[in-house]
């Protein structure tokens, strides 16, 4: 079965950086289109970033303007979101998933960025 497991994730103050990692498991990771969502407290859950399977098209929300990269190593069924000058906007649960709605998801990572 589908099994994602996302880490990496902590407590930062403004400006510093995390690199999140997913590690992948149950499907063809390779040839998927793999995604990252965020749920803020209180909020709903909104796209951050799209990788497609080869890793040279990505796409991003708005608002990460440039702080935030998407990228995939598909010989280790691993997906990673550097980022980076993370701002308090950013306080989130961080999810990777397999489909674009972000239904199918991991259990997510706790980000939190505070001074």
């Known amino acids: 079965q589908v099994q994602l497991v996302e880490s990496g994730g902590g407590l930062v103050q403004p400006g510093e950086s995390l690199n999140l990692s997913c590690a992948a498991s149950?499907?063809?990771?390779?040839?998927?289109?793999m995604f990252w969502f965020r749920q803020p407290p209180g909020k709903g859950l909104e796209w951050v970033s799209t990788i497609l399977s080869g890793g040279d098209i990505t796409n991003y929300n708005g608002w990460v303007k440039g702080r935030f990269t998407v990228s995939r190593d598909n010989a280790k069924n691993a997906l990673y979101l550097q980022m980076n000058s993370l701002k308090s906007d950013d306080t989130a649960i961080y999810y990777c998933?397999?489909?674009?709605?972000?239904?199918?998801r991991g259990q997510g990572t706790q980000v939190t960025v505070s001074s």
């Open positions: 998933a397999k489909d674009s709605t972000g239904q199918e």
């Open positions: 149950g499907f063809t990771f390779s040839r998927s289109p």
